[in-house]
C-alpha cells in the first residue's frame, strides 16, 4: 500500500513558470514532510521539510504548503529555472522510532528556457 | 568523507549470483538507511541500522537480502541468488541519529541482472 501519493508523475513549465507538486499520506500520525530533489545519476537531497503544526514553509524560491485536516502538502516553486529540472520526491515519516522516510512515486520537471 | 558514499556504482550480475553492496555514511553518523529505487518507482524503504543493530529487518523483500553494519561506520547489504525483479538502484543513506535528523543520500548503486 502507497502510503505517500504523488501527482503529477511528470510536469513541463517554461521558465518563470509555478510548478505545483502535490501529494497526499495516510497516516495521522506522520509528523515530518520532507521534500527531496534528485538529478540524473545522484542521490536525493534534501530540498525543504515542514511539520504539521504550521501550514506554510518558504525556503528561497521553495514553499510547501501544508492542509493537516485532508492530509495533503504540496511543493511550490516560484520563478522556475531550467536548472531546476530534476525529480523531485515528497515523503513522509514518523520521527519517533526509527523515522524511515515513506516516499512518493516522484515528479519528474522539466523547464524549458 | 564529505558525504555518503556506495560502491559499487554500477553492477551487472548473472541470474543466480550473489552480489555485496557496500556504504560507507558520512563519518559519526550513528543511523544508517538502505532504500530501493525501481524504475517509476519511489524510494521503497528496506532497513535501518542504530549503530550496529537493525531493530527491524521486515521490510527486507525476501530472505535472499540480508544486511550488516560493522564499527557503527561500514554497512553491507547482500542480495543472494539474484533475480531479474532485483534490478534497481540500491541507495544508502545516514543520519547523525534517529528521530528529527536530515538524511543524507550516497549516489546508490545500479544494480543490474541479466
Known amino acids: 500500500q502507497q502510503q505517500v501519493k504523488q501527482s503529477p508523475q511528470s510536469l513541463i513549465v517554461q521558465k518563470g513558470g509555478i510548478p505545483i507538486i502535490n501529494c497526499a499520506y495516510e497516516?495521522?500520525?506522520?509528523?515530518?514532510f520532507p521534500w527531496y530533489q534528485q538529478f540524473p545519476g545522484k542521490g536525493p537531497a534534501l530540498l525543504i521539510a515542514?511539520?504539521?503544526?504550521?501550514s506554510e514553509k518558504k525556503e528561497g524560491r521553495f514553499t510547501i504548503s501544508f492542509n493537516k485536516s485532508a492530509k495533503q502538502f504540496s511543493l511550490h516553486i516560484m520563478d522556475s529555472q531550467p536548472g531546476d529540472s530534476a525529480t523531485y520526491f515528497c515523503?513522509?515519516?514518523?520521527?519517533?522510532?526509527?523515522?524511515?522516510?515513506?516516499f512518493g512515486t516522484g515528479t519528474r520537471l522539466t523547464v524549458i528556457p | 568523507g564529505a558525504g555518503v558514499s556506495q560502491s559499487p556504482s554500477n553492477k551487472v550480475t548473472e541470474k543466480g549470483k550473489d552480489v555485496e553492496l557496500r556504504c560507507d555514511p558520512i563519518?559519526?553518523?550513528?543511523?544508517l538507511y538502505w532504500y530501493r529505487q525501481s524504475l517509476g518507482q519511489g524510494l521503497e524503504f528496506l532497513i535501518y541500522?542504530?549503530?550496529?543493530?537493525?531493530?527491524?529487518k521486515s521490510g527486507l523483500p525476501s530472505d535472499r537480502f540480508s544486511a550488516e553494519r560493522t564499527g557503527g561506520s561500514v554497512s553491507t547489504l547482500t542480495i543472494q541468488r539474484t533475480q531479474q525483479e532485483d534490478s534497481a538502484v540500491y541507495l544508502c543513506?545516514?543520519?547523525?541519529?534517529?528521530?528529527?535528523?536530515?538524511?543524507?543520500f550516497g549516489a546508490g548503486t545500479r544494480l543490474s541482472v541479466l
Open positions: 563519518s559519526g553518523h550513528t543511523a
Open positions: 515523503a513522509a515519516s514518523l520521527q519517533t522510532g526509527a523515522n524511515n522516510l515513506f
Open positions: 543513506a545516514s543520519s547523525l541519529a534517529l528521530g528529527g535528523y536530515i538524511q543524507y
Open positions: 515542514i511539520r504539521p503544526d504550521v
Open positions: 497516516n495521522t500520525a506522520f509528523d515530518y
Open positions: 541500522f542504530q549503530g550496529n543493530s537493525a531493530p527491524d
